[in-house]
């Protein structure tokens, strides 16, 4: 993992590394397991891509990974998906933003014809994106960091349509208080509006760190960790309301073909309660 600057975390060697990975593993997925995982626009562009996966291929086959690894990616698109699509069955129109969309393609799997989705990265995230996902009338992109707040200007919202945020993998690289200021920012300017992202706990956050460490990359330690969300967002703001929160592994189907490696980890890290996820709603 690099750091190029404050605000941009990557893992990986270079930039397309970083939205290569998540990308990468939901195409895996996509392709071994499609009842628990479907994503053809992911299989798609994995496949199209001028990139070499082997080395990051190898590097999680060798430590016996792999499959858990990718799955992380996919249980994060189906809980996100089932949250987004359950709250599109009120708003069959709402904004969307992806914070941090790097090549995701939730679009491609929830759009009802009718919602106008937004994705936001950071400037050379966006120019990659946008080579394997041309921008549509009601899929753009906005090429901001997330801690610029002129991003705000660049999201038609409308409270009637209302507005849902989706955060993958994003918030657990800065420090609290910067997280805090963006939550309280966003939950004034966005009221109605509803965020799901993923997150972890302490110690989550000190095995990732132990890793990033051996490997080097002290630069881009784990930071933001969540024990109590309902505590923490009593803490932050009176406008910001515990929707729902579970543990990482809690909504995903134990398929009987996952490898034994993979269903032992998601057993370990469910009993450490290491990731789980979080979802919010901006009050009035
Ligand atoms: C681990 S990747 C996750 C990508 C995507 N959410 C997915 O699931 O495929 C993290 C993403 O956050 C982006 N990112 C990092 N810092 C950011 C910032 N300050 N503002 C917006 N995006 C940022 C990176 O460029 C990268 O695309």
Do not use: M, Q
């Given at each position: 993992m690099v750091k190029i600057s404050d605000d941009w975390v990557l893992s990986g060697?270079?930039?397309e590394e970083t939205m290569y990975m998540p990308l990468w593993g939901r195409g895996n997925i996509s392709k071994i397991y499609p009842k628990y995982f479907h994503d053809p626009k992911a299989e798609e562009i994995v496949k199209n891509l001028d990139y070499d996966f082997s080395k990051v291929e190898s590097f999680y086959t060798n430590k016996g990974i792999k499959e858990y690894y990718s799955l992380t990616f996919c249980a994060r698109a189906n809980n996100f998906d089932d949250a987004l699509l359950r709250y599109m069955e009120n708003n069959p129109q709402t904004i969307v933003v992806n914070l941090?969309?790097?090549?995701?393609?939730t679009f491609s799997r929830i759009?009802?014809?009718?919602i106008l989705f937004y994705n936001l990265d950071l400037p050379d995230a966006i120019e990659i994106r946008t080579k394997f996902i041309p921008e549509t009338d009601r899929q753009k992109c906005i090429s901001k960091?997330?801690?610029?707040?002129?991003?705000f200007e660049n999201v038609k919202f409308s409270r009637d349509k209302g507005i849902f945020f989706l955060a993958g993998g994003l918030f657990m690289y800065f420090e609290e208080e910067k997280v805090k200021l963006l939550f309280k920012d966003m939950a004034e300017r966005f009221s109605g509006g509803e965020l799901i992202f993923d997150g972890s706990s302490k110690l989550g956050c000190k095995i990732a760190n132990r890793g990033l460490q051996k490997a080097g990359h002290e630069e881009v330690m784990w930071r933001f960790h969540i024990g109590n969300p309902k505590k923490l967002f009593a803490r932050w703001s009176k406008k910001i309301e515990l929707v729902d929160t579970y543990a990482y592994w809690k909504r995903t189907p134990k398929i009987p073909q996952f490898e034994k490696k993979t269903k032992k980890l998601m057993r370990i890290t469910s009993f450490l309660k290491m990731g789980k996820f979080v979802h919010v709603r901006f009050l009035e």
């Open positions: 060697d270079t930039v941090g969309a790097g090549l995701d393609t759009d009802n014809g009718k960091s997330v801690f610029d707040y002129s991003w």
